[in-house]
């Protein structure tokens, strides 16, 4: 990445203002000798805003960027003294969104431990398995996960919230030094499908992921941020490493609850809110509050936005929508802000600067002329390969995404879902997300899901899930019909089945095996 740009990019930004040059060298140093880790980012926040509350949290806890370093440090070396954690060894953290959560993350990185990010809705059996293939020597977790933790391996030490009280407490005098292994942040896929693989995201070399972002997302230094999404899940624990290169103020809930999320962004003058896109659906079912909140940026990720989200969102809170389009493989992949969203609300945006992204066909060659095809993509920040040993295919340095997608005339990315979840009805290829876009926009509707089940005569039909609004109905074939004005024939679903919700995990993915059980 170019030096001017990553320079013009920072000044905007506010992260080159003058500062107090003890402070400002200390939080160098920080960055010299413990690098862009999670550790190294709180310890240069620390060293140049140690005052600065850094965590705000539902139950009124609030740590300054030093208070948090400092028990982030006695629990790292607790668990060193205690419990024997060494370089290279894997600590498992099954926390939701509160202060114990980033210190255990910390307190892995700073003895070069791996930190594997589970997902709290994992069930007994997939928790198990996870602890078992991750080879998990501590797993740290909140007191209501006590029964699910019950089936992991007897030898694992497990943490619940008193203990990790206790061991930061306890913590012996002592230095820490930066470890000879740099421990990795695994990720765990979404698991929409089946056990969830880990993923070993790359530590940053330098300022450059930051800048791609927040060029793109204009976020400032010391916001104000409530992050709702799942720190667990790659677009939480994003937020969490800007946040703590800007030096923001993290306020944070450990569910999300629409109207507790409104009260908290008002009540803290939040600049920013971290989501993903089912939270803008709540946020959407209750009153505004009145003055609104004064946010600057809404970001979402994770998956996505369904058709008519973005601007029935901005007209309510204005236009701050701002949707990131990745995956934990590739981090990144393109970005659309408010302009786009108004012009195309379902688009996926444009790469950053620094980000390469490539429609190919089936034999790799380039396609145009917004002719769907798969979605490659190549940025700094591609993940390191699966803890299995397993990877993803890659063309010139550009790692398949796993999506189909296509490229306007304008270059606005949109995306027609994974290319496992396309269907060919009667010899026609089907996007299931193409029909959900359009029942979406229904006003009886709440959420849509649509998938593809066996069928005798055609291979495979579409069935549309759907989830209304309380006290509306649909008759089914009112259902079909509006499909069938706006799309082809072999787009309308057969199966028309209402549900009072659509499963999903904690990241909010439609869980389509729970859907596929309607079929036996």
């Known amino acids: 990445m170019d030096l001017p740009f990553v320079v013009a990019t920072l000044t905007r930004r506010g992260l080159l203002t003058p ?45 300054t960027y030093q208070e948090l370093l400092d ?17 290279g060894d894997r600590i498992g953290v099954l926390c939701r969104n509160h202060h114990g959560l980033i210190e255990t993350i910390v307190a892995a990185t700073l003895l070069g431990a791996d930190a594997v990010l589970v997902n709290t809705g994992l069930s007994a059996a997939q928790l198990a398995a996870v602890a078992e293939e991750q080879r998990l020597r501590v797993l740290v977790h909140d007191d209501e996960f006590a029964e699910l933790v019950l089936g992991v391996p007897a030898e694992l030490h497990r ?13 012996l005098p002592g230095e ?31 300022f450059g992921p930051l800048v791609s972002i927040i060029d793109r997302i204009p976020l400032h230094v010391r916001n104000t941020v409530l992050i709702a999404a799942p720190i667990f899940h790659t677009w939480g624990y994003a937020a969490l ?26 009540t803290h003058s939040c600049d920013a809110l971290f989501a993903v896109p089912v939270m803008l659906q709540r946020l959407l079912e209750v009153p505004p509050p009145d003055p609104r909140p004064p946010l600057k940026v809404v970001a979402v990720s994770g998956s996505a936005l369904p058709g008519g989200l973005a601007p029935a969102f901005m007209d309510v809170y204005g236009d701050v929508l701002y949707n990131l389009y ?8 393109s970005i659309a802000g408010p302009a786009d969203l108004r012009a195309a609300p379902t688009t996926a945006g444009r790469p950053p600067h620094g980000t390469r992204l490539q429609i190919v066909d089936d034999r790799g060659d380039p ?15 591609l993940f390191e390969g699966y803890t299995s040993g397993a990877t993803r295919e890659t063309r010139d340095g550009l790692l398949d995404t796993g999506d189909l997608g296509r490229l306007n005339a304008d270059g606005l990315l949109f ?59 649909l008759d089914p074939e009112a259902v079909r019909e509006y499909v069938r004005h706006y799309l082809a024939r072999f787009s309308v679903p057969r199966d028309v089945i209402y549900v009072k919700y659509l499963p999903r995990n904690a990241t909010g993915k439609v869980l389509t095996r729970e859907l596929r059980r309607y079929y036996g």
């Open 176 to 206: 820490l030094r930066p470890p000879e292994h740099d421990g990795r942040i695994i990720v765990l896929t979404s698991g929409t499908t089946g056990t969830p693989k880990g993923a070993r995201r790359p530590t940053p070399n330098g």
């Open 415 to 473: 995306v027609d879902g994974r290319a496992d979840d396309m269907i060919v009805s009667g010899g026609e290829n089907v996007f299931p997300s193409e029909v959900e876009d359009l029942l979406a926009r229904l006003p009886q509707v709440r959420e849509a899901a649509v998938i593809g089940v066996p069928d005798p005569e055609y291979g495979q039909r579409l069935a549309a899930f759907l989830a209304l609004h309380p006290g509306e109905a």
């Open 367 to 381: 396609v145009s002329g917004g002719r769907v095809g798969r979605i490659f993509v190549g940025n700094e920040m």
């Open 326 to 333: 990745g995956s934990t493989e590739v981090s990144w992949a």
């Open 71 to 87: 028990r982030a440090e006695r629990l790292a070396r607790a668990l060193r003294a205690a419990l024997g954690v060494q370089p």
């Open 19 to 63: 500062g107090r040059p003890v402070r400002i060298a200390s939080q160098l140093n920080a960055l010299r000798t413990w690098g862009w880790s999670l550790a190294g980012e709180l310890r240069q926040a620390a060293a140049r805003d140690p005052g600065r509350p850094a965590v705000l949290d539902e139950h009124g806890t609030q740590l």
């Open 241 to 266: 490493q800007m946040s703590f290169a800007l030096r923001a103020t993290i306020v944070l809930h450990r569910r999300f609850e629409p109207a507790a999320t409104l009260a908290a962004l008002a």
């Open 159 to 171: 943490v619940d919230e008193r203990a990790h009280a206790e061991l930061i407490a306890g913590a």
